[in-house]
Each structure stands twice: as C-alpha cells, then as structure tokens.
C-alpha cells in the first residue's frame, strides 16, 4: 500500500499515481508496507469426535451434563455438551426437511 508520510493511498493504479503525485508536491518519498510470512492453516482434525467420544468412555464421564443445567457441569464440559446439542438439533433439522 503506498504510504506518504502518515497517508495511505489505495494499491490501486490511481491510488500510485496519486501518492507519486502528493509526494512531489510535499518533497517527500514514497514507502510501500512490505509483505510478511503468510501462516500456514493447521489441519483440521476430521476425527475429532470420535476422539472425545473415547475419551469420556475411558474416564467415565458419561451424562455429566445431562441435563446442561446440572451444578457439575462446567467450562470445557458444558462447552461441549453445547456443541453436540447444536449439532443434534441440526441434523435433526436436516431429516424433517427431506
């Protein structure tokens, strides 16, 4: 993006000639921002599921948060409990419309 002392113009080919433009007329220079690292995306754990469904079998959580209201029903617990009662509502939306 070209940048004019504290003025940024469009990276637009009107944007370029207007800060080429400003910066004559105020004798001062031209800066492009430079790019940066672009973060590679992690991939997405397909299997997330079935991960946490084996996990609360192996420590026997089962029915914790049923219902979502109970005292013992608690940040990551209730988190999830949430989830799989989103996801449930939408699957069952999706057999009513078919």
């Known amino acids: ?12 080919p009107a944007g370029k000639l207007k800060a ?8 001062q220079k031209v800066t492009h ?3 940066g690292s672009v973060k590679k995306k992690k991939k997405k754990d397909k299997k997330w ?7 609360i079998k192996k420590r026997g959580t089962k029915g914790k948060c049923t ?7 608690k940040g990551r ?3 999830l409990a949430k989830t799989f009662k989103k996801m449930a509502k939408k699957r069952k939306g999706k057999k009513r419309k078919a």
């Open 20 to 27: 080429k433009a400003f910066a004559d007329k105020t004798d």
């Open 67 to 73: 219902p979502i209201t109970k005292p013992g029903c």
């Open 49 to 55: 599921i079935q991960k946490v469904s084996k996990s």
């Open 33 to 35: 921002k430079r790019g």
């Open 1 to 12: 993006m070209p940048k004019v002392g504290n003025i940024h113009f469009p990276y637009t």
């Open 77 to 79: 617990a209730k988190a």
